[in-house]
Structures are given as structure tokens and as C-alpha cells.
């Protein structure tokens, strides 16, 4: 559930009324200082989001712009559009430039959606010569374009807004290379320092997709980072981002597919025969980026294996024959492997073991011992979860028993005589109790226990039981 955020605004109206002073009429510079006083006061008071922030500083430079004789110097002009254009430009970048690897500006402002001249222009007044008066300015009109279609009419009226979905490149080539490059290291041991810069390279890259994914993640909420700055708002912290989660499921997602974390081959999917682990081979390509992740980003394992169980645990498991037991056995081994990477973190509180076969035995509970597909590697899984457990396995042994029972269950025509007796009963006892009619004017009978002939129910109490009228919720004593 999103947490409530607090807005500068008392109702969206408030909003809309400074967007119409700002954009109604471009000569009007009465209605603009109209909404510079008003932002002004909302900045006394509470924190702007950071397009509110941007949209004052350009229209106080707009209009002192407009109001400046023409023989005054522009250098102060000049130094006021070039902060407000780069403060506008890095408030955009720099909350997204997350992870332990740095993204360049311009590929962030390209998901943004942001002229990517703006960038430019922002690298050349904080780094070369100060732009022309005449740059500056058409660079702040566009600001404030962009500003009007990315905050201003989003928030003010979203359904008006299109959805939108940021462009995410394919992770599939980078996992790619990085199976080559380890495939390479591990059948060669010697050649691991030769190829060492190659292979934290690519896990870099793979470190920026994520930083892309949670860009896209924003684009797709709408919500550009435009909250208050929290870093600044005391004893305001969360668990975990619900941007980063959702990069580290669709990176998850990628995992998963065949070729990474599964061979693509059949033949390569051999599993140890003295314990429930993912292929041998496997195992040695993939856990140096997992582990990597992992350090990077503390909730991994858990998801993945989250990830992995949402796929064995599936009701929609195909039943033309397309299924595949082996890529199912390999990913719940995958999944095991997670849990037993996660116990060795001693600095970790949360009991992943006991949550995720929770979630399987609720998954599970309702199917029988001739389950096939991606429920067959579920129970194998679970099977091995519980094992050396005895309140897991004591659990097991329920879930199996319940599940043996109800698939011994036949039908027989003996059955269905029960049955019918039974709603014959129900049926006649309904028609006793229409008859008896215990809501009409008769004469009110004694409280006792109801006699054979009579059900027991509602019906009309009289002087004689003792009970006496009063107001809802007051208790009358009989006296």
C-alpha cells in the first residue's frame, strides 16, 4: 500500500488555478506574479516538489526579465536562467542516480523524456562559457513547456494523461556475455585475472539496467521523483523502494528464462544425485553475479526465490504437453540454493526457510499426490524445505495424509442414497417451518424447549415470559 504524501496544495484546484496563471496568457505578468506569491507562501510552509521548485525560480527570472530595462547588463539575467535551468535539470537526474555505478546524465534525461539540448545546455553553463541570453531563454520556455505535459496536467487531471511505458532495454544480451565470459574463467581457471575487468564490467552493466529499470518504473507510475525531498524530512525512511523491488523482479524475470539460470540444453540440466542443487555447472557461472547482487541489494535472494515460487505454485500449469519437468526441477533447486545462501548471511533476520514453505503448504494444500508438472518440483521442494525440521515435517506429514485421503474418495451409488435422504429431511423440515408461520398475530407460546413437532427458531414471546419492551440498547431488569 503507497503511503499518503503531503502536498503544498489544500484541494488539486489550488493547482490547477496556478497552472492557468503560468500558461493562460505569456505576456501576462500579473498572473504570473500572482503564482510566484502563491508558490512563495507554499514554500514558507511546507516543502515544494521539485517541478514546483523549478517552475518558481524560472518564472522569477521570467519576469525580471520582462520588467528589466534593455540597456541593463544580462549578466545577472544570464547567471539566474543558467541556475534555474541546472537545478531543474539535476533535480530530475540526480534522484535517480542510484546504485553502486554511476549512469551518464544524458541517458537518464533520454528515459525522462527530457530535450536532450537542455542537458547540453546545462553541461556548457556549469563546465564552458555561459550560454547566450537569447539560448536561455527559449531554453526556459521549454522548461516550462515540459513541465506544463510531465507535472502540471498529469497531476491535476491523470485520467486526461496516456499511460505511458518507458523504454527498457532487453537484459538478454548482457546475461549473455556474462555466461560467456564464465564460461570461459571456469573451464580455464588460469585466464580468470585476464578476464576479470571484462567480467566486472558487464556486471556494472547489469548494475545501470537495474538504475534503467527503476527509471522505467517511475515513467510508469507518472511520478518522476516529483515527491518532496524526503532526505530532508526527518525520522522519514522506508523498508525497501517499491521501484527498486519491482527493477529486481523484472531482472529476476530475466533469470529465470531459459538459457540463464536453467541450460537451454536439456542434456546440461544433470542435478546432483546426493542432494537437491541446481546443475554443477550452473552453479559455478552464475553464483559470483548472484553473490554480487546479493551485496548490492540485500533483499535479492528473496526475491528470486519469491520469483521462482509464484512460478511452481502457478494454477495455469499448461496441460497439452508442453511442459517442461526439468526446467521446473532446476528452478526449484535454484530456489533451494537461494534459501541456503540467505541462512549463511548471519547479518539476516528474516527467516526465509519458514516463510516461503509456509507459501508452498498453503499452495499445496489442496492438491494431490498426482499433481504433475511445476506442482510435482513445488513438492519436491517442499519436501526438502521441511527436511530436518520437525515441526515442518510434522506438517508435511499432515498435508500428505489430508491429500491421500481425499484422493481414495470414490463415489458410490450408497453415497448418493445419503444424500438424498438428507435433502429430503432438509426439505420437509422447510415446509414445517413455513407452516408454522411464527411471525404472524397467534397467540404467543411459553419459552421452553422446543417439542418434537415444532422447530426450534424465532417466535412470539407473550406477558407471561417475563420479557418487557424497552429502547434499543437499554437493558430492562425484570422486576
Not at 537542455?118 to 536561455?136: C, F, K, Q, Y
Not at 545501470?208 to 521523483?225: K, Y
Not at 554443477?280 to 526465490?305: E, G, K, M, N, R
Not at 519437468?325 to 541456503?340: E, F, G, Q, T
Request: aromatic fraction near 6%; charged fraction near 20%.
Amino acid at each position: 500500500m503507497q503511503l499518503p504524501r503531503r502536498v503544498p496544495w489544500a484541494a488539486i484546484s489550488e493547482l490547477e488555478q496556478i497552472c492557468s496563471w503560468i500558461y493562460t496568457d505569456e505576456n501576462d505578468l500579473d498572473s504570473k506574479r500572482l503564482a510566484i506569491n502563491r508558490l512563495s507562501a507554499w514554500r514558507a510552509i511546507t516543502y515544494l516538489p521539485h517541478a514546483l521548485e523549478s517552475a518558481l525560480s524560472l518564472l522569477v527570472v521570467i519576469v525580471q526579465d520582462s520588467t528589466q530595462a534593455a540597456s541593463s547588463s544580462h549578466l545577472s539575467l544570464r547567471q539566474s536562467y543558467s541556475t534555474a535551468i541546472i537545478r531543474l535539470v539535476n533535480g530530475l537526474v540526480d534522484p535517480l542516480q542510484l546504485g553502486a555505478y554511476a549512469r551518464s546524465i544524458a541517458s537518464i534525461a533520454h528515459q525522462l523524456g527530457l530535450p536532450p539540448w537542455l542537458v547540453e545546455l546545462r553541461h556548457a553553463a556549469t563546465h564552458e562559457d555561459m550560454p547566450s541570453i537569447e539560448l536561455l531563454r527559449e531554453a526556459a520556455r521549454e522548461s516550462m513547456v515540459w513541465l506544463l505535459h510531465n507535472y502540471f496536467l498529469p497531476t491535476i487531471n491523470p485520467s486526461t494523461v496516456p499511460e505511458t511505458r518507458a523504454p527498457l532495454r532487453s537484459l538478454e544480451p548482457v546475461l549473455k556475455q556474462y555466461k560467456t565470459l564464465l564460461k570461459i574463467t571456469t573451464r580455464d581457471a588460469s585466464l580468470k585475472t585476464q578476464y576479470k575487468p571484462a567480467i566486472l564490467s558487464v556486471m556494472k552493466d547489469v548494475e545501470r539496467w537495474i538504475a534503467e529499470a527503476r527509471v522505467a518504473a517511475n515513467m510508469t507510475t507518472r511520478q518522476l521523483g516529483w515527491e518532496a525531498n524526503t532526505s530532508e524530512i526527518p525520522g522519514d525512511s522506508e523498508a525497501m523502494d517499491p521501484k527498486e523491488r519491482w527493477a529486481l523482479e523484472r531482472l529476476c524475470d530475466a533469470l529465470l528464462e531459459k538459457g540463464a539460470l536453467v541450460p537451454l540444453s536439456r542434456k546440461k540440466r544433470e542435478f546432483p544425485a546426493d542432494n537437491f542443487s541446481p546443475p554443477t555447472f550452473s552453479v559455478l557461472l552464475w553464483t559470483p553475479l548472484l553473490h554480487h547482487l546479493q551485496d548490492l541489494h540485500s533483499d535479492f535472494l528473496a526475491i528470486l526465490s519469491g520469483r521462482i515460487m509464484s512460478v511452481l505454485a502457478a494454477e495455469n500449469a499448461p496441460t497439452d504437453g508442453t511442459s517442461d519437468p526439468s526446467y521446473d526441477s532446476c528452478l526449484a533447486r535454484w530456489a533451494l540454493w537461494c534459501i541456503r545462501a540467505w541462512e549463511e548471511d548471519e547479518s539476516q533476520m528474516f527467516d526465509l526457510r519458514k516463510e516461503l514453505t509456509v507459501t508452498l503448504l498453503q499452495s499445496l494444500g489442496h492438491v494431490g499426490p498426482t499433481s504433475r508438472g511445476s506442482r510435482k518440483a513445488a513438492t519436491a521442494l517442499l519436501e526438502s524445505l521441511c527436511a530436518g525440521n520437525p515441526q515442518l515435517e510434522a506438517a508435511l506429514a499432515t498435508l500428505k495424509t489430508l491429500s491421500n485421503a481425499g484422493s481414495l474418495t470414490e463415489w458410490n451409488p450408497e453415497d448418493m442414497i445419503i444424500m438424498d435422504q438428507r435433502l429430503n429431511t432438509l426439505l420437509s423440515s422447510s415446509a414445517t417451518s413455513r407452516s408454522s408461520k411464527p411471525w404472524t398475530d397467534s397467540p404467543a407460546e411459553p419459552i421452553g424447549a422446543p417439542t418434537s413437532e415444532t422447530l426450534p427458531g424465532w417466535r412470539l414471546l407473550g406477558e407471561s415470559s417475563g420479557w418487557r419492551p424497552c429502547p434499543i440498547g437499554v437493558h430492562c431488569a425484570t422486576i
